[in-house]
């Protein structure tokens, strides 16, 4: 069974900085990003990686958030600098699955970042 743990979230106060993490139980992923959900809106993607280790990075958080994988460790993070109070919000992790994992998507529980102004 795989499954995403997230964790690293917190409050934090404006201008600050949290790391997320995400690590997968099992499997392997062509693709894994951080989505986030902020409160009355819809998910939105905050960034993805792929295992060739190209990024992309939605507007609102280029120059601020770094996106990385350890394969060995089948983990994933994320660095948020320049914290915002818009960037209040939970955060998933989402992955792609490859090989005998192909055609799946995987999703973490969330994990909760505020910032405070």
């Known amino acids: 069974q795989v499954q995403l743990v997230e964790s690293g979230g917190g409050l934090v106060q404006t201008g600050g900085s949290l790391v997320l993490s995400c690590v997968a139980t099992?499997?392997?992923?062509?693709?894994m990003s951080w989505y986030r959900q902020p409160p009355g809106k819809q998910r939105e993607l905050v960034a993805s990686i792929n295992s060739d280790g190209y990024s992309h990075y939605a507007d609102f958080v280029k120059g601020r958030f770094t996106i990385s994988r350890d394969h060995a460790r089948n983990t994933m993070y994320l660095q948020m600098h320049l914290l915002k109070p818009e960037d209040t919000a939970v955060y998933f992790c989402?992955?792609?699955?490859?090989?005998?994992?192909?055609?799946?998507?995987?999703w973490g529980q969330g994990t909760q970042v505020t910032v405070s102004s």
């Open positions: 099992r499997g392997t992923f062509r693709t």
């Open positions: 989402n992955a792609e699955g490859e090989l005998q994992y192909r055609g799946r998507t995987y």
